[in-house]
T-cell receptor
Framework: AQSVAQPEDQVNVAEGNPLTVKCTYS??????LFWYVQYPNRGLQFLLK??????LVKGSYGFEAEFNKSQTSFHLKKPSALVSDSALYFC???????????FGAGTTVTVRA | EAGVAQSPRYKIIEKRQSVAFWCNPI?????LYWYQQILGQGPKLLIQ????????DSQLPKDRFSAERLKGVDSTLKIQPAKLEDSAVYLC???????????FGQGTRLTVV
């Protein structure tokens, strides 16, 4: 069975400071990893993904994430947060041998001006 | 390209009534997902189709929920009879066969009173 853990319900940062949202995963095979963002009353929007290759992947809106196989983590990062980054962020995982896409519980990010 | 279309956007029904949601995925996407997102939680996969076949429905409450994807294109999700705990946002998503990201519709917000 596959699963995703987002250990922090909330992350609060000041605008201009680095932002990190944590994610760890568990799969039986090789993982496909994704980050999504959800704004109020909106559907989930895709940010970035790791399939294979370079452990550091870059995505939309200046976000990036680092795949760490030994720590089974895929943390989302942004060097300088904006107030407009305030939203709900979800990490998701797929097993290489399975089409099923499983989501974490989400992390609410608040960026204060 | 057009995104994932869902209707209706909002629905209020009384408990024990029935309701149906409709989803039209992105053209050419073979995989279609229905997720249930209860307020404050991450999306929970209800059912996943690959073309018109079911890949995973292990978390679908089959005594009251049903879904179909005739002709491998659009899909309907039905609840009959509805319970208060079914109040949630129902998200439809689609993806190319493998191993790409899923694209989400805006969802249907169901309130059962």
């Amino acid at each position: 069975a596959q699963s995703v853990a987002q250990p922090e319900d909330q992350v609060n940062v000041a605008e201009g400071n680095p932002l990190t949202v944590k994610c760890t995963y568990s799969v039986s095979g090789n993982p496909y990893l994704f980050w999504y963002v959800q704004y109020p009353n909106r559907g989930l929007q895709f940010l970035l993904k790791y399939i294979t290759g370079d452990n550091l992947v870059k995505g939309s809106y200046g976000f990036e994430a680092e795949f760490n196989k030994s720590q089974t983590s895929f943390h989302l990062k942004k060097p300088s947060a904006l107030v407009s980054d305030s939203a709900l962020y979800f990490c998701a995982v797929r097993d290489l041998n399975d089409y099923k896409l499983s989501f974490g519980a989400g992390t609410t990010v608040t960026v204060r001006a | 390209e057009a995104g994932v279309a869902q209707s209706p956007r909002y629905k209020i029904i009384e408990k024990r009534q029935s309701v149906a949601f409709w989803c039209n995925p992105i053209s050419g996407h073979a995989t279609l997902y229905w997720y249930q997102q209860i307020l404050g939680q991450g999306p929970k996969l209800l059912i996943q189709f690959q073309n018109n076949g079911v890949v995973d429905d292990s978390q679908l409450p089959k005594d009251r929920f049903s879904a179909e994807r005739l002709k491998g294109v659009d899909s309907t999700l039905k609840i009959q009879p509805a319970k208060l705990e079914d109040s949630a946002v129902y998200l439809c998503a689609s993806s190319l066969r493998d191993p790409t990201e899923a694209f989400f519709g805006q969802g249907t917000r169901l309130t059962v009173v």
